[in-house]
């Protein structure tokens, strides 16, 4: 295909594309009320006759003029941008797909397949402890101080949870497919159990926007059960591979196992040279077949 229809066919998935979002986002529009309110519902917000006071409660306010329109538009965009992926990811998907080998194809179905599911879970995991998580950090407010949040905050926030928790459950998915295509065995990765373990929750201490232990503890559980599920996983695939090829495991740089048992020589074939030069081929007086001597030629 031409460089030019190459360029029209991107052209025309990317207008698909952003039409679909920009569809979802008016939409959205018209809904945005109600998704602030399922967004904030993690913060225990103060009833109409009770003050805010220490860490009982929170009241959710617009800091400047213009934080009502703004916040109205990153979550219309947003939603938009979420509830339209299936449409903008096939778009994509379907500009990419000719150009793949049909085995690239088959992983490609299958990362996705189980990409999206685990996202979701994580997505749903991190807005279950959201209300513990804030609730947690309200706490600490001092006696006698209101807590005053920002609505823009308070959906930041929200959404930074669900994307962190979201593509933390990816990684065990990532190393399950450095597995498939061979880069990573399951034996090297059980190997380091101990120090994935370690990293997970120093991973889930730093990552997540709260300070407090139960997001931490949250993030990182489920993610040792993935990693030692993918571990599992490779495990079975390695031995599926090595009955299939002893070789398969082996590094570039190493040597495969070699026969070295000695084997019965066969009887010599006695081969007949065959002559080259043009004096050889022929009898003749002046050729060297007048002139061999105990077989062999007396041409000096």
């Given amino acids: 295909m ?29 809904y945005s009320e109600e998704l602030m309110q399922f967004l904030t519902k993690s913060v225990p917000t103060c009833a109409p006759n009770v003050t805010s006071d220490g860490g009982n409660c929170a009241i959710v306010s617009f800091n400047t003029l213009m934080a009502p329109f703004s916040t109205t538009i990153q979550l219309s965009l947003t939603a938009g941008l979420v ?44 807005y279950l402890i959201l209300p513990i998580s804030v609730k947690v950090l309200i706490s600490l407010t001092p006696s006698g101080s209101a807590n005053i949040l920002s609505l823009n905050d308070v959906l ?9 928790f979201g593509l933390a459950f990816e990684l065990p998915l990532v190393l399950v497919m450095l597995n498939l295509t061979g880069v990573l065995t399951g034996r090297r990765m059980a190997g380091w159990w101990r120090g994935v373990i370690m990293g997970v929750f120093v991973f889930g201490a730093v990552i997540t926007p709260t300070t407090d232990p139960v997001g931490m503890i949250a993030l990182a559980g489920p993610i040792t059960i993935l990693y030692f599920g993918a571990v599992g996983f490779s495990l079975l695939n390695d031995r599926r591979r090595r009955r299939g090829n002893p070789d398969a495991e082996l590094d570039d740089d190493e040597a495969s196992a070699l026969d070295l048992t000695p084997q019965a020589v066969g009887a010599v074939e006695p081969v007949t040279a065959a002559r080259a030069l043009p004096e050889q081929a022929t009898a003749e007086p002046g050729g060297s077949g007048a002139h061999r001597l105990n077989g062999y030629d007396d041409i000096t």
């Fill in 83 to 126: 509830v339209a992926s299936p449409v903008w990811l096939y778009q994509l998907w379907a500009f990419v797909a000719p150009g793949l080998h049909k085995n690239e194809k088959k992983y490609t179905y299958a990362f996705v397949g189980a990409a999206v599911p685990l996202f979701g879970a994580g997505a749903y995991l991190a």
């Fill in 156 to 164: 930041d926030f929200t959404l930074r949870m669900v994307l962190v």
């Fill in 2 to 30: 031409p460089l030019v229809e190459h360029l029209r066919e991107l052209r025309n998935r990317l207008a698909k594309g952003l039409l679909a979002i920009a569809a979802v986002t008016i939409v959205a529009l018209a």
